[in-house]
C-alpha cells in the first residue's frame, strides 16, 4: 500500500488532500500542529470509510519533530511514498510594521519546514530509487502581494527549493513539484473578509475562489504515475490569475 505523509492535514487543503489520497487508497499520516481533534475526527472519518489512516503531532518548524514524525510513520504505515509539504502560515500587514518574529516564524514553517520534512523522508526515498515529494507555494509566490511581503519571499523561496531539488534527486528516480495555489476557500482565507474575498473572485477570470478539494486532485494526479515525467515544475491552480 502506497503511503502519503500530509503536513498540515487538520484542515483546509491538507485535509482535503488526506481525502483524496485515501480515496485513492493510499494509507494516510494526518501531520497536524495544534488541531488535535479535527486531526483525529477526519483520521475515524477516513477509516470508518475502509481507509488506512493515522494522526502525528509535530511542528514542522522543528527539525526533531519533523524527523521523529517520518520515523514514527514508517514505523508504523510503512515506507512514506508521498511526502506533502502543505503545513503552512500567513500573515498580513503593512511591510513597515512587520516585525523580526513574524518574518522568521514564517521562515521556519514555510520554508524550513518543507527543508525539514523532505530531509527527513529523502534517504529511504533514495535507497528505494523512487518518491514524490510535492511542495506548496502560492500565487503570491510568483506574482507578489501588498502587505504580504514576508508570505511571498517564503513562497518564492518554496519555488527555488523544488526546482533545485528536483535537479538534485531527479536521477534518483524521485519527482519534485510545486503546487501554485491562488485564492482558496480556507481558514487561512478569512482575515480577508468577505468583501476582499469577493473582490479576489471578481479579479479572477473564472470569477470565482477555489476548493480545497480541486487543489487536492492536483496533488493526487502529480503525485500519480500520469505525471511520471514531470519534475521541478510550478503548476499554478488560480483560476487564470496570474
Ligand atoms: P489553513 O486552512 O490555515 O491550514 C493550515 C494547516 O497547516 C493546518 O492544518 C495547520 O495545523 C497546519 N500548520 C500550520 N503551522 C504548522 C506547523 N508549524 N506544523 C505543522 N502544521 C502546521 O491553510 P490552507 O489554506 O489549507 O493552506 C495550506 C497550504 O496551502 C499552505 O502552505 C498555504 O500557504 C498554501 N496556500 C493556501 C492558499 C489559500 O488561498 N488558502 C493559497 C496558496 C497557497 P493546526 O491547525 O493543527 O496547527
Known amino acids: 500500500m502506497k503511503t502519503a505523509l500530509i503536513t498540515g492535514a487538520s484542515r483546509g487543503i491538507g485535509a482535503a488532500m488526506a481525502r483524496a489520497f485515501a480515496e485513492a487508497g493510499y494509507a494516510v499520516a494526518l501531520n497536524y500542529r495544534q488541531s488535535e481533534e479535527k486531526a483525529r475526527r477526519l483520521a475515524e472519518e477516513l477509516t470508518r470509510q475502509g481507509g488506512v489512516a493515522a494522526c502525528y503531532r509535530a511542528d514542522v518548524a522543528d527539525p526533531h519533530q519533523a524527523e521523529e514524525m517520518v520515523r514514527r510513520c514508517e514505523e508504523e504505515l510503512g515506507q512514506i511514498t508521498v511526502l506533502i509539504n502543505n503545513a503552512g502560515i500567513s500573515a498580513d500587514g503593512l511591510f513597515t510594521d512587520l516585525t523580526d518574529e513574524v518574518w522568521h516564524r514564517l521562515w521556519e514553517v514555510n520554508v524550513s519546514g518543507t527543508l525539514y520534512c523532505s530531509r527527513a523522508v529523502l534517504p529511504a526515498m533514495i535507497r528505494r530509487g523512487s518518491g514524490v515529494i510535492l511542495t506548496l507555494s502560492s500565487m503570491w509566490g510568483q506574482v507578489g502581494a501588498s502587505c504580504e511581503v514576508a508570505y511571498s519571499a517564503t513562497k518564492a523561496a518554496v519555488i527555488g527549493f523544488t526546482r533545485a531539488l528536483a535537479q538534485e534527486v531527479g536521477p534518483a528516480g524521485i519527482r519534485v513539484n510545486c ?16 468583501e476582499a474575498l469577493d473582490a479576489l473572485a471578481q479579479e479572477t477570470p473564472l470569477q470565482r475562489i477555489g476548493r480545497p478539494e480541486e487543489v487536492a486532485q492536483l496533488a493526487l494526479w502529480l503525485a500519480s ?15 487564470g490569475f496570474c
Do not use: S
Open 179 to 194: 503546487l501554485a495555489p491562488g485564492v482558496i476557500d480556507t481558514d487561512m482565507n478569512q482575515v480577508y473578509g468577505k
Open 225 to 239: 504515475e500520469k505525471a511520471g515525467f514531470i519534475t521541478g515544475q510550478v503548476i499554478g491552480i488560480n483560476g
